[in-house]
């Protein structure tokens, strides 16, 4: 069994290693070209999944800290952040095992992007794969919604001139142009960059809530509603499901088998900075959370804030095609272009993908309580329950456990242990996720709406100022009149 998995990889890994030794050319351009452009390393994609996961979601932690309460909120990252780990696992050892079968029927890659859908396609047939396509696509679209939320969120803090709601516009327009960008390999630059710019920010909202103290007679009341206690929660479960791009991260991988760990790393580097930025603008601000779901609303305004929030908004910017990109590729084969050549006509192609984006920021401008719901009615089934019932499915029978690329680690309990951990994940996120976090996040949803109506203008932006009145002049009363 042993040579037959060590055959298996040296199939994977040789395709791999042609495929990186056809990028390297010696002249000055490529050199140049493969440095910035083409990332296929382990280490590219660490940055991919670390810039991927914290993203805006950074600014709405410290409001489902203030719903859920200190200790809750702590425990929760902890938490998910290992059941995120742990199904990315799941994903990428899903991965590797399709792509293996397929590469031992000839078939090749060469110009064509595997996706979770094909995957679940391959491994277990088309129902699978439909329900996988609705639930990745849905998740993916609305993840994109958020990102251009929350640059209109972000940037109202530096100039206020101009609402909430045009800055959609405004970012609608500079985010599609993520439509020039081909693939995960080419996000080698922007990854890194975008991890350097949430770390800054993470300790920035750290720092500067420690300096400014607690606000006069603060209160840390959560957790006070069960609405609001497991609207916090799924949000954190939002959080650690940044990985429904998974598989195209592994596919720009020269070796993908290697990715195995890569998540749970960036998991780990993350919560250094979740953790401490969270819990420090929760002890400084308190309740006054539960109505800024933008941590920043509530920090001065100076030089190191504004400039925390133009590096957010070119991360969200970044964050915006990690999730629109795998779209992009499925609107590619539905219309046959994903193997076209020429990059213009493909970005041609893509354009129509933005635009329901674009009009759903509009309609539900609702940064923070849309993150919840987002997480507890599609997050809960795309990156928590189906990658977990899709390995319990695939390896089933013991033929397929016997003949698997991927054995389950040793000190799990090898396939005993992974199916418990599977079972343990689909009951607990199915009823605590979706069950209860479905509820009050919708709650919560419906509640934005009928306070702030759809198509809002600028969502919980501070009331304008209104000018005093001139005094009233009365004339003279010559009270004296008629004695």
């Not at 410290?62 to 696992?89: D, E, N, R």
């Not at 909202?205 to 929660?233: D, N, R, W």
């Not at 040793?410 to 951990?421: K, P, S, V």
């Not at 709406?449 to 009331?463: A, N, R, V």
Request: hydrophobic fraction near 45%.
């Amino acid at each position: 069994m042993e040579n037959v998995e060590k055959a298996v990889e040296t199939v994977v890994v040789g395709n791999y290693v042609e495929m990186e030794s056809e990028g390297k050319d010696s002249d000055m351009k490529s050199k140049l070209s493969n440095l910035f452009w083409h990332g296929g390393s382990v280490y590219d994609a660490w940055f991919s999944c670390a810039s991927n996961q914290v993203a805006q979601v950074l600014l709405t932690l410290p409001y489902s800290f203030s719903q859920l309460g200190m200790l809750s909120g702590i425990l929760f990252q902890l938490f998910y952040g290992l059941l995120g780990s742990w199904t990315a696992y799941l994903i990428s050892i899903l991965y590797v095992e399709y792509r293996t079968r397929k590469e031992r029927e000839k078939v090749n890659f060469r110009n064509h992007v595997i996706q979770w859908f094909e995957v679940l396609d391959g491994l277990l047939g088309k129902h699978w794969r439909n329900v996988g396509l609705a639930f990745n696509c849905t998740f993916l679209l609305f993840g994109s919604v958020i990102q251009l939320i929350a640059c209109a969120s972000n940037i109202y803090y530096i100039n206020d001139n101009l609402d909430k709601r045009t800055w959609t516009y405004i970012f609608g327009a500079c985010c599609a142009t993520t439509v020039f960008i081909p693939s995960f390999h080419n996000y080698r630059v922007w990854s890194f960059l975008g991890l350097l710019m949430t770390t800054y920010t993470a300790w920035y909202l750290t720092i500067a809530s420690i300096l400014h103290g607690q606000v006069e007679g603060v209160k840390h009341s959560g957790p006070s509603k069960l609405v609001l206690y497991f609207t916090g929660a799924t949000n954190i479960l939002y959080t650690f499901g940044g990985h429904a791009v998974t598989v195209e991260i592994m596919h720009a991988m020269w070796k993908p088998q290697k990715f195995k760990s890569i998540y749970l790393f960036a998991t780990l580097y993350v919560l250094t900075l979740t953790l401490p930025s969270a819990s420090a603008v929760y002890w400084a601000f308190g309740d006054l959370l539960l109505n800024h779901s933008n941590a920043f609303a509530l920090l001065p305004k100076n030089l190191f804030r504004d400039f925390a929030v133009v590096l957010m908004l070119i991360h969200q910017f970044i964050t915006f095609g990690f999730a629109c990109t795998p779209l992009y590729f499925v609107w590619e084969k539905l219309i046959g272009m994903h193997e076209c050549r020429s990059m213009c006509k493909r970005a041609a192609a893509r354009l129509p993908v933005v635009i329901p984006i674009w009009f759903l920021a509009i309609i539900f401008p609702f940064f923070g309580p849309i993150n919840s719901t987002v997480g507890s009615l599609l997050v809960s089934f795309t990156v928590y329950i189906i990658p977990a019932l899709a390995h319990i499915f695939t390896f089933r029978s013991s033929a397929a456990r016997e003949n698997a690329v991927e054995q389950p680690p040793r000190f799990l309990g090898r396939w005993t242990g992974a199916f418990t951990i599977n079972a343990f994940i689909v009951v607990w996120v199915f009823i605590v996720g979706f069950g209860f976090g479905g509820w009050a996040s919708m709650i919560n949803f419906v509640h934005q709406i009928d306070t702030f109506g759809l198509f809002t203008k600028c969502y919980q932006c501070p009331p304008p100022v209104m000018a005093s009145p001139p005094p009233i002049s009365h004339p003279h009363v010559n009270h004296t009149r008629g004695l």
